[in-house]
Each structure stands twice: as structure tokens, then as C-alpha cells.
């Protein structure tokens, strides 16, 4: 199986360990150090780059996405210093909530439950 791990398989992996070496070392904003990389997504053409985070603080959001969007530039800049691609794709960061959606719904479950438990 030579093609197992493709090639835009690797360069997601590296792309998202270059932003997340660089999100604790190299940025000097601390609302951004709360942030962790958790996917990074490529299109076939390998254009753009979504790359999917997360952070400790859910309330702000929006701001995040607009400090990221802002760096892009420089995490544009750090991905060209370590990979030799010909060209760096265009970088999209969207704040993933999948964990606070998936403990309303364990939450409205156990609810739901716990409400048909005392009916009986």
C-alpha cells in the first residue's frame, strides 16, 4: 500500500504542527495561546487550508476567529520558512464547538431520561 498516507495527508499534519508550534512559541498575543489545532483540512488542488481549532475560552469566538485571520499572514509566512511547496495554500480558521454541542445534547439525553424515570 504506497499510497496509504498521501501526500495532502502528510502536509495537513505538518501544516497543523507548524501553526501549533508556533500558536505556543512564536505569538505573543495570549488570547491566541488558548487555542489548540485540532484538524486541518485540504482542498484536492491544495488552494485552501481549513484549518479547525479550538479553544478553552468559548465565549469568544468570533474574536478569536478575527485574531486568527489577522495571523494569517505570519502563520502563511512560517509555513513557506519550513515546507518547500510551490505554492502555500490560502488559510481558513474556524472555531469548532462540536464539544459544548455534544455536552448539551449529553445533558438534554440525561434530562430526558431522568424525566421519564420519575413519571414511572
Do not use: W
Given at each position: ?58 465565549e469568544e469566538t468570533k474574536k478569536l476567529e478575527i485574531l486568527l485571520s489577522k495571523a494569517t499572514g505570519f502563520f502563511k509566512k512560517e509555513i513557506a520558512n519550513s515546507l518547500s511547496i510551490k505554492r502555500i495554500p ?31
Amino acid at each position: 500500500m504506497a499510497n496509504e498516507y498521501s501526500f495532502s495527508n502528510r502536509l495537513e499534519k505538518k501544516i497543523q504542527r507548524i501553526i501549533s508550534y508556533n500558536l505556543i512559541h512564536s505569538i505573543k498575543d495570549n488570547r491566541l495561546k488558548t487555542i489548540s489545532i485540532d484538524e486541518v483540512k485540504l482542498t484536492k488542488d491544495l488552494s485552501i487550508a481549513k484549518i479547525y481549532c479550538s479553544s478553552a475560552i468559548k465565549e469568544e469566538t468570533k474574536k478569536l476567529e478575527i485574531l486568527l485571520s489577522k495571523a494569517t499572514g505570519f502563520f502563511k509566512k512560517e509555513i513557506a520558512n519550513s515546507l518547500s511547496i510551490k505554492r502555500i495554500p490560502e488559510l481558513q480558521f474556524v472555531i469548532d464547538n462540536h464539544e459544548v454541542y455534544a455536552n448539551k445534547i449529553n445533558n438534554l439525553i440525561e434530562e430526558a431520561v431522568n424525566n421519564d424515570k420519575k413519571e414511572k
